[in-house]
């Protein structure tokens, strides 16, 4: 993507203002509305408009970059960009968020935007705009002088946004809206899988199989699976409707292309690890270089809405032999989803894959490397998940973040685990996907082992220095976990004791949670991994950039 040259062409500034103005005259009243039942539908008056024909019909330059559709966040409003074919990717510094105020003569509020994406999915990129009042239209303009016209906006508590299609033909949507119980399988009757080409045309209905939590498995229509082209240029949109209804879930949910088969055949990867982070780039060489050197093959990152150039981090890892790849996942409050989408790519290559935190560490106290530990449990048949205890550490007297890293710094932690992580055969997952972040739920006649404390436990550095805690508070990506500000569940266990519901730090925090000392992984990495010559951890070493 970086070495595409930029060419593109937009409409003139002064066309556009009277153009918008123009689609306001007729449906102003569509701008306030962001419920599934009265979609706003902006693009259908643009669709034809793109710079070429706007500009000049003489023109031989591809069709302009447009704006596919936009989803309001809590806290900020994802902006999709589609690109023709080898057009160039805009950069942050190419473009402004600009904010239209319906029926009205004023020039937008252009904003510098929060992020861009390299890329999202195949000719798809996100621009993150800084969230601005309801009411106001968000689109995109580039900074030689052109705006793009906005795309239908959507609320994000109620979209289908994620889909893929199964090996066995069925397509899994990932859906927001219905307000499914957890951990439970719904009535699959009640609802139909609806297809279509655009955001209001949805032509072909399918049946569903299974309903659970955020996700639906549902048949794919055989018009579709015979038209794979279709599929591979993203113009498949998939949504789900309760049945004895009209109303459609909105929908930005694209099937990619059906997953290989691969089933019965030897895995690439014996151990796998997937994660969902935000803003986690600092701590993750010591994670990945670790848990590399104790076995781990393969990582599979869910980045969801980082800002910290954290790709850059995953680069320099790559470049040392790391396999690492990064999959964009800009859905919040949507980890189960996003774990069980992740072990759906990850069953093709992985024989096992494990689901931890990037402040979560394996401590084999036993010795041995988890292959070791995975290849005795591989020989029961009926074992699908192995639960691992996590121990969870304080802050262990520190108030600055330690420079050789958690497992180092951090050395007192509670005295019983709080609670266990699983690693699982992708193959043994039920056909609903269902998950609890700490464990799945598994085919029938498969069962879950538990590993025992002086073999394998999870040191989770939970409660660090106040500086690395308090960004806790900004959000929460577990879907049934309350974030911290909310007067909700304030007893659960993925709470803090006694903190409350402010990011104000206890004039005691450095010595909380310390029941036991336990320095037994810090004596094990600092005797593996120091180096002789320069005394320093191979995390503290400089990055390799290609």
């Known amino acids: 993507m970086k070495d595409r040259k930029k060419r593109t062409l937009f409409l003139p500034r002064k066309v556009f203002l009277c153009l918008i103005l123009l689609l306001v005259f007729f449906s102003v009243h569509r701008f306030f509305s962001f419920n599934e039942a009265s979609q706003t539908k902006l693009v259908a008056l643009w669709r034809k408009n793109n710079a070429v024909e706007a500009i000049s019909g003489e023109s031989t330059v591809d069709p302009a970059i447009t704006v596919e559709e936009t989803v309001i966040l809590p806290d900020q409003a994802l902006v999709f960009l589609k690109y023709p074919q080898s057009a160039p990717l805009l950069t942050k510094d190419d473009i402004s968020c600009i904010y239209l105020l319906p029926n009205s003569s004023s020039p937008p509020t252009e904003l510098s935007p929060e992020s861009t994406e390299d890329e999202y999915r195949m000719g798809r990129q996100i621009v993150r705009c800084p969230l601005h009042p309801r009411g106001l239209i968000v689109s995109i303009a580039v900074n030689n002088g052109y705006y793009l016209s906005p795309g239908p906006t959507y609320r994000w508590d109620s979209l289908a946004y994620e889909a893929m299609i199964d ?180 069953r093709n290559s992985c024989e096992w894959i494990g689901f931890i935190d990037v402040d979560e560490f394996f401590h084999l106290k036993s010795g041995v490397e988890l292959n070791g530990i995975l290849g005795n449990r591989s020989m029961s048949k009926e074992i699908g998940e192995l639960r691992v205890s996590c121990h969870s550490f304080g802050p262990s007297g520190l108030k600055k973040l330690p420079l050789e890293g958690v497992m180092i710094g951090y050395t007192c932690r509670m005295k019983m685990p709080e609670r266990h992580k699983s690693i699982v055969k992708p193959e043994a997952l039920d056909k609903t ?93 600092l005797k593996i991994f120091t180096d002789p010559k320069t005394g320093k951890l191979p995390w503290q070493q400089e990055p390799v950039l290609s």
């Open 433 to 525: 996907l269902i998950n609890v972040v700490h464990h799945f739920h598994l085919k029938k006649g498969l069962k879950h082992g538990n590993v025992g404390r002086d073999v394998l436990v999870i040191n989770h550095y939970k409660y660090q220095v106040w500086e690395v805690f308090k960004e806790k508070f900004y959000r929460r990506v577990a879907t049934y976990v309350s974030d911290w500000q909310q007067e909700r569940n304030v007893r659960s266990k993925d709470r803090t004791p006694g903190l409350g519901t402010r990011a104000v730090e206890p004039p005691d925090w450095a010595g909380k949670f310390c029941e036991v000392k336990d320095t037994g992984l810090k004596n094990r990495v």
């Open 167 to 346: 090996r066995d033909n069925t397509t899994i949507v990932f859906i927001k809206g219905f307000k499914l119980r957890g951990g439970r399988e719904s009535d699959p009757s009640k609802f139909k899988c609806v297809y279509g080409w655009d955001s209001s045309n949805f032509t072909l209905q399918s049946d569903v199989i299974s309903i659970a939590q955020e996700i639906v498995r549902c048949r794919t229509p055989l018009s579709l699976l015979n038209s794979p082209e279709k599929i591979k240029r993203n113009s498949v949109k998939v949504s789900v409707r309760m049945v004895g209804t009209r109303s459609v879930l909105n929908s930005v949910a694209r099937p990619e292309i059906r997953l290989e088969t691969g089933h019965g055949l030897r895995k690439q990867y014996q151990m796998c690890v997937c994660t969902m982070v935000r803003n986690q780039a600092r701590f993750l060489r010591e994670w990945v270089i670790y848990h590399g050197r104790i076995g781990v093959e393969s990582w599979f990152i869910y980045d969801n809405n980082s800002d910290d150039n954290i790709e850059q981090v995953i680069e320099s890892l790559s470049n040392t032999n790391y396999n690492i790849t990064r999959y964009i996942w800009p859905w919040i409050k949507s980890q189960e989803a996003g774990f069980s989408h992740c072990a759906l790519r990850a």
